[in-house]
């Protein structure tokens, strides 16, 4: 992909991240959309990572087991809003991928036309996988970016669908794939029989339901004694992703009746790594499902609570993967259909190595415009008085898309002081995290008395 003017001798790119699994997303997003392998950014190719601070924002040990996405974890530091769009200004990038939640990617884009640059960057954003909740009102906080990635050819569909029927343009819409599909394809191992159960921090929700999956999942254990059977967790108990945790299956584990049998076991790590030697992947809605169909591993949707909206797993209607333990623990293997496969995006049939060509062609040529138009999100003070502001005031933004009175990117005045606004943001995502793990379940167990 060429620099956009001549005069530069690289193509900078910014991805801002505000969890872990959005990292990786706009990681490997910036990294397809520059180089169109999967491999290291070329030598004219520069990409910077900034995490959004908040409660979600990954720890080390978390960007480290998000696996290589081509930055050096050194390199990514930690930013405000605000101080993400004085960055954007003084540093002049060329892409900006908003790897954020909705409404963290509709006060950038305000913030980002605030500033008014002569030569503004392309922005790219996009969704980390599976979308099966708040279609409307997420797609119509990223709209106004230069480009929508969707996951799928079903998702394109969708996302046209809602723009052109609020009267939006449709244009920025871009059919891609989900940037970190990829690994060997499946092949069955003499003597290893692996079943992995994909955990979700916030599917299912209730103490109750995510009892019964952990339970089940220990029984099928028992019944299979040579079958090595795994629970890959996404963070450890304090850490927080994408959604809030309140319930872990560690400590869920902990009081389980009768212990674990010893073919159980609890692993963390990266998810590619993990299906490296996966069997069998069951799940009741994970974004795993599509990497290991990706590579043709066995795949299974669980219907044991049901088929339901909130838990997402109404997604997979029609893939063929639907079933339930009681099946799984009769040897049954769900077979998927491949009609619904070809919509998925999941490119199992090896139409992977070009799933982002459209995407780069359109960042590419919008690079190469003199200059681009300024940034219309759906939502303004016209459209959405009674919305917008509030999601901007979340940020520090004041209905314009300018910071807020008092809310200047600070400037650092030494080491001590820096230190002790680490130790204060590490003390507060302390007492956040504690509430909710440990304070809120007990207040709303207190409240169903």
């Given at each position: 992909m060429p620099p956009r003017t001549e005069k530069t001798s690289a193509l900078r790119v910014a991805v801002l991240a505000d969890s872990d699994t959005r990292w990786k997303w706009g990681a490997l997003t910036a990294r397809r959309l520059t180089t169109g392998d999967g491999g290291a950014p070329t030598p004219r190719t520069e990409i910077s990572g900034l995490l959004l601070r908040g409660r979600a924002t990954p720890t080390p040990r978390q960007l480290a087991e998000v696996g290589d996405v081509g930055i050096d974890t050194d390199r990514v530091r930690e930013v405000t809003a605000v101080e993400f769009l004085h960055t954007v200004r003084d540093e002049g990038y060329d892409v900006v991928v908003l790897a954020l939640v909705g409404g963290a990617v509709q006060a950038m884009l305000h913030g980002l036309a605030a500033l008014r640059l002569p030569a503004r960057p392309v922005v790219v954003t996009g969704y980390v996988g599976v979308v099966y909740e708040k279609l409307a009102d997420g797609l119509l906080l990223r709209h106004g970016a230069d480009v929508v990635l969707?996951?799928?050819?079903?998702?394109?569909?969708?996302?046209?669908?809602?723009?052109?029927?609020?009267?939006?343009?449709?244009?920025?819409?871009?059919?891609?794939?989900?940037?970190?599909?990829?690994?060997?394809?499946?092949?069955?191992?003499?003597?290893?029989?692996?079943?992995?159960?994909?955990?979700?921090?916030?599917?299912?929700?209730?103490?109750?339901?995510?009892?019964?999956?952990?339970?089940?999942?220990?029984?099928?254990?028992?019944?299979?004694?040579?079958?090595?059977?795994?629970?890959?967790?996404?963070?450890?108990?304090?850490?927080?992703?994408?959604?809030?945790?309140?319930?872990?299956?560690?400590?869920?584990?902990?009081?389980?009746?009768?212990?674990?049998?010893?073919?159980?076991?609890?692993?963390?790590?990266?998810?590619?790594e993990v299906l490296d030697r996966t069997d069998l992947l069951v799940t009741v809605s994970s974004t795993a499902a599509l990497e290991s169909l990706h590579r043709r591993i066995p795949t299974a949707?669980?219907?044991?609570?049901?088929?339901?909206?909130?838990?997402?797993?109404?997604?997979?209607?029609?893939?063929?993967?639907?079933?339930?333990?009681?099946?799984?623990?009769?040897?049954?293997?769900?077979?998927?259909?491949?009609?619904?496969?070809?919509?998925?995006?999941?490119?199992?049939?090896?139409?992977?190595?070009?799933?982002?060509?459209?995407?780069?062609?359109?960042?590419?040529?919008?690079?190469?415009?003199?200059?681009?138009?300024?940034?219309?999100?759906?939502?303004?003070?016209?459209?959405?008085?009674?919305?917008?502001?509030?999601?901007?005031?979340?940020?520090?933004?004041?209905?314009?898309?300018?910071?807020?009175?008092?809310?200047?990117?600070?400037?650092?005045?030494?080491?001590?002081?820096?230190?002790?606004r680490e130790a204060v943001r590490e003390a507060a995502r302390g007492a956040y995290r504690h509430g909710v793990q440990r304070i809120a379940p007990v207040v709303r167990r207190m409240g169903e008395l």
């Open positions: 969707a996951n799928s050819r079903h998702d394109a569909e969708r996302f046209r669908a809602v723009y052109e029927g609020v009267g939006a343009d449709a244009s920025s819409v871009t059919e891609a794939a989900l940037p970190f599909l990829g690994g060997a394809p499946h092949t069955p191992e003499q003597g290893r029989d692996t079943v992995v159960f994909a955990a979700q921090p916030s599917v299912p929700a209730s103490r109750a339901d995510r009892t019964y999956l952990l339970r089940r999942l220990v029984e099928h254990a028992r019944l299979h004694p040579r079958r090595e059977v795994l629970l890959k967790l996404r963070s450890k108990p304090g850490e927080h992703t994408t959604h809030i945790e309140e319930l872990p299956y560690q400590r869920l584990a902990e009081k389980l009746p009768g212990g674990l049998p010893p073919n159980f076991r609890l692993v963390y790590g990266h998810m590619g949707v669980l219907t044991d609570l049901g088929v339901r909206e909130t838990l997402g797993n109404h997604h997979f209607i029609g893939s063929g993967l639907l079933t339930s333990w009681d099946h799984l623990d009769g040897g049954a293997h769900p077979e998927p259909d491949r009609e619904w496969l070809a919509g998925q995006g999941v490119a199992a049939d090896g139409t992977y190595a070009t799933a982002y060509d459209t995407a780069r062609a359109r960042v590419t040529a919008l690079l190469a415009r003199d200059g681009l138009p300024e940034l219309a999100p759906y939502y303004t003070p016209a459209t959405a008085p009674g919305y917008l502001p509030g999601i901007l005031a979340r940020h520090h933004l004041a209905p314009d898309g300018h910071p807020l009175p008092g809310t200047a990117a600070p400037r650092e005045t030494g080491r001590v002081r820096g230190a002790v």
